[in-house]
């Protein structure tokens, strides 16, 4: 059965970082791309960055760029996404999602079948 758990999310002061996690179990995450999204209340999902399956191609979205980096450990069938510089605009219930697809991702929530449960971020002073 194929599952995605992320973790490390919390409470952090502006300014501040966190490491988010998406484990994988039931399937190995060589030959699937890898998306983290976010969801504030009163909004609409958006795609925060991807990952291809090898790693060679990631995307960001323009409000993360510079802050945030998304990379995968394939042996331990996890992928991660660092976040610095946080601000309270990020704060959201993150979700990491997955496809099988060889080269390239998409930060589009459509493109993706398999889902988190999600892990909330609070940027708050």
């Known amino acids: 059965q194929l599952q995605l758990v992320e973790s490390g999310g919390g409470l952090v002061q502006p300014g501040g970082s966190l490491r988010l996690s998406c484990a994988a179990s039931?399937?190995?995450?060589?030959?699937?791309?890898i998306g983290w999204f976010r969801q504030a209340p009163g909004k609409e999902r958006e795609g925060v960055s991807c990952?291809?399956?090898?790693?060679?191609?990631?995307n960001y979205a323009d409000s993360v760029k510079g802050r945030f980096t998304i990379s995968r450990d394939n042996a331990k069938n996890t992928v991660y996404l660092q976040m610095n510089n946080l601000k309270p605009e990020d704060t959201a219930v993150y979700y990491c999602?997955?496809?099988?697809?060889?080269?390239?991702?998409?930060?589009?929530?459509?493109?993706?079948?398999?889902w988190g449960q999600g892990t909330q971020v609070t940027v708050s002073s």
């Open positions: 990952i291809s399956n090898s790693g060679a191609t990631t």
């Open positions: 999602a997955t496809t099988r697809r060889l080269g390239g991702c998409s930060t589009r929530p459509t493109s993706y079948v398999y």
């Open positions: 039931g399937f190995t995450l060589d030959y699937y791309a």
